[in-house]
């Protein structure tokens, strides 16, 4: 991986220049972003007529895969101009759209709500796509920094620091498949550590100090040429980025501080109406399946720099990233049916 930061510099501009139409497919993941809240009222819109209620549905979680898949597909090749490095990073940050929207919520009600919910959202993105298309087209090398190998290992650590959490924190939900009785069972469990003043804000000062580390990494690797697996890897730690720092926000300032609601399993499922059948909380089903997969695929590509860094195969390597992705989704799944009404019978 360091080779293609040290190469990358020698690749920027090496290309013929955009045509007009790829220029335009670099707004794609702001229109797509503007859009997902749409698709989230039209869900609600068509009521419960199963399969058709899917079906706008399908198109919310479709809208930051739209990104994802514009972000994996221009990050074979390094930017040759300003405006590709710009739209590398708007299909990056259009990837994170459903935690952004979350808290696009909370920002604008702490606002007191001066504009409406999807005028700010869509200003937002069309300041976002602006931005990118305003930057100049000549061809043009972008500076590839050297590779930044304190912050990638303190980046590691503080992840080995913080799995234990993060780790019991996934379990626990699965057993919310079981009922929010058991839930709520683990929970206090967990709690009896976690919740200790000394602890909590260890914890939390930890993921602030991962988030700005991670933020750092990615800023830096949007602008190397890479392979599929530090694709997905950048990725999906933006998302996890953004996902964890409107979470935390979430539990600690919204709920917690703010309205002294306890950050239970009614308050994670959106009790008593749910995640599917309130028009406020279908928000939280794609930025909670999207978020669980991000932080499992995450760990899968960084386990795999460290396993390939420690002489293992490559081959088994990869075909074991990708069980881990797979593995990633299914958790996923079933964290997100628990938290939508799914019941698992009990022996």
């Known amino acids: 991986m360091d080779t293609q930061l040290r190469s990358s510099a020698a690749d920027m501009g090496a290309r013929a220049p955009l045509s007009a139409g790829r220029q335009a497919l670099a707004l794609a993941p702001a229109l797509a972003a503007m859009s997902y809240p749409f698709w ?10 199963w399969p058709l209620a899917a079906l706008p549905l399908l198109a919310a979680f479709a809208m930051p895969l739209v990104a994802a898949l514009l972000w994996l597909r221009a990050a074979r090749m390094a930017p040759g101009s300003v405006f590709e490095l710009r739209a590398r990073r708007l299909a990056l940050l259009g990837v994170a759209a459903p935690p952004l929207f979350v808290f696009c919520a909370f920002l604008l009600g702490v606002l ?11 200003a937002a993105w069309l300041a976002a796509g602006l931005w990118a298309w305003a930057a100049p087209r000549r061809a043009e090398p972008v500076t590839a920094p050297p590779a930044d190998m304190t912050a ?3 980046h590691g650590v503080v992840a080995a620091m913080v799995l234990a959490f993060i780790g019991f924190h996934l379990v626990n939900h699965l057993f919310g498949l079981l009922g929010p009785q058991a839930h709520a069972a683990v929970m206090k469990a967990g709690r009896g550590v976690y919740r200790m003043p000394a602890v909590e804000a260890m914890l ?17 690797w949007s602008r190397l040429r890479m392979d599929v697996y530090r694709a997905v890897q950048v990725m999906t730690g933006v998302y996890l980025g953004f996902f964890l720092l409107t979470h935390m926000n979430s539990a600690l300032v919204s709920a917690r501080a703010l309205r002294g609601i306890e ?15 309130d028009a406020w909380n279908i928000r939280l089903l794609p930025h909670y399946a999207l978020g669980v997969f991000c932080v499992l695929a995450h760990l899968c590509c960084g386990l795999r720099s460290v396993l390939l860094a420690h002489g293992w195969r490559a081959a088994s390597v990869d075909r074991g990233w990708m069980a881990g992705l797979i593995a990633a989704a299914a958790v996923s799944m079933l964290v997100v049916a628990g938290l ?8």
């Open 152 to 154: 990638r290992a303190a």
């Open 112 to 122: 007191g709500r001066p504009i409406s919910e999807p005028l700010a959202w869509v």
């Open 340 to 347: 939508c009404g799914l019941r698992l019978p009990r022996a």
């Open 40 to 49: 989230l009222r039209a869900f609600h819109a068509v009521g419960p007529q």
């Open 204 to 220: 939390v000062a930890l993921l602030l100090l991962q988030l700005c580390l991670g933020a750092w990494l990615a800023w830096r």
């Open 263 to 277: 950050t239970d399993w009614a308050w994670a499922s959106g009790a008593p109406q749910g995640l599917l059948l």
